[in-house]
């Protein structure tokens, strides 16, 4: 059963090394993933399960120790998903919102219960996603997750998306249901608008969604804003 969620953006920038002088702008999102990641060692689980955006049409599984790097944004950082990354024949690399899930871990040196990653495609419908989600929350006795994905990338004309003026509504509606823990708003958010508002997280938090189904879980809203143009949210359950 689910006991205990955090939520969290995947943007590379969020590791200092690739953000280098603009590193600053970040640490409130940085400070506001630490306490997220607090409540889940708080919750004392017996299973993390890592889910981010992946490319691809299905879930894809990664094990503890699966490495990841972000030699691709111009900087030799590498990162293993948990503890024992000697330890793994990796049949593929981490996607880049599950290597920050990887980084956050590491920064705060999770050692609480084991760790699997979960990436999941936008191509997953709502109902995909919250059986997914239900798989995921029968793993162990006490799962939490950490789960990864950014919201709209349209929020200014500077924006990877430029400025589409649904987004900061969408966004809105996101920050609302992640802080209160809205199993039903999130399951109805659009898959469509999502993919035009060019959302990496909305397949993630409908997963997140279907595991929290019956755990009667509480939402607290930690951080909310658009720096870059895109929006970011942090928010724990437990």
Do not use: I
């Not at 789960?147 to 966004?171: I, M, N, Q």
Request: charged content about 20%; overall charge negative.
């Amino acid at each position: 059963m689910l006991v205990a969620a955090a939520v969290c953006p995947c943007p590379p920038l969020l590791v200092p090394d690739v953000a280098a002088g603009a590193a600053p702008e970040l640490d409130p999102a940085r400070a506001a993933c630490a306490d997220a990641l607090g409540v889940l060692a708080a919750a004392r689980p017996d299973r993390l399960v890592v889910v981010g955006p992946a490319e691809g049409s299905g879930p894809e599984e990664y094990p503890q120790g699966t490495p990841g790097s972000f030699r691709g944004f111009g900087v030799d950082v590498d990162v293993w998903l948990g503890p024992g990354g000697d330890a793994v024949t990796p049949v593929r690399e981490l996607p880049y919102g599950l290597a920050v899930g990887a980084w956050l871990l590491e920064r705060t040196g999770w050692s609480d219960a084991p760790v699997e990653g979960l990436g999941v495609g936008e191509s997953l419908t709502a109902g995909e996603c919250a059986a997914l989600g239900r798989d995921v929350g029968a793993r162990a006795g006490r799962v939490a997750m950490l789960v990864l994905g950014d919201a709209s990338a349209c929020r200014t004309v500077k924006a990877p998306g430029y400025l589409d003026e649904r987004a900061a509504p969408f966004d809105a509606a996101v920050a609302r249901a992640l802080g209160a823990a809205d199993l039903a708003a999130l399951g109805a958010l659009d898959q469509g608008l999502a993919r035009e508002l060019k959302v990496s997280g909305r397949a993630p938090w409908q997963v997140l969604a279907g595991a929290a189904e019956n755990a009667a879980l509480g939402g607290a809203l930690l951080y909310e804003d658009a720096p870059y143009g895109v929006g970011y949210v942090v928010a724990a359950w437990s």
